[in-house]
């Protein structure tokens, strides 16, 4: 389910916890995204929006240490470039 707020388009990275919500827009030609946190609002003040070619560094170095979470699976690209898409937002 995608739904759009005052804070732009956004995903459930956790369909079950609706108090995470990532946020997805097309800039500079590539797909961005930004991370809130309904329990933890510094997250959002914190951290920028992130290319999605950084989630994918970081999901190298993921792959080497094999701790942590898989980035890619919260900065999910196929649900980002479908809501763009069915958003109208090109580029996806």
């Known amino acids: 389910m995608d739904v759009k707020d005052q804070l732009g388009l956004y995903y459930y990275p956790n369909p079950a916890d609706k108090r995470v919500r990532m946020y997805v827009r097309h800039r500079y030609g590539q797909v961005e995204f930004r991370l809130w946190n309904g329990e ?3 997250i959002w003040d914190g ?3 992130v290319p999605y070619d950084a989630i994918v560094a970081a999901a190298e170095e993921y ?7 898989d980035p ?5 690209i196929h649900v980002a470039e479908r809501l763009l898409a069915d958003e109208g937002g090109a580029g996806a």
């Open 72 to 76: 890619l699976e919260m900065y999910d």
């Open 63 to 69: 792959k080497k240490r094999k701790t942590g979470v």
């Open 47 to 49: 951290h920028d929006w």
């Open 40 to 42: 933890h609002p510094q």
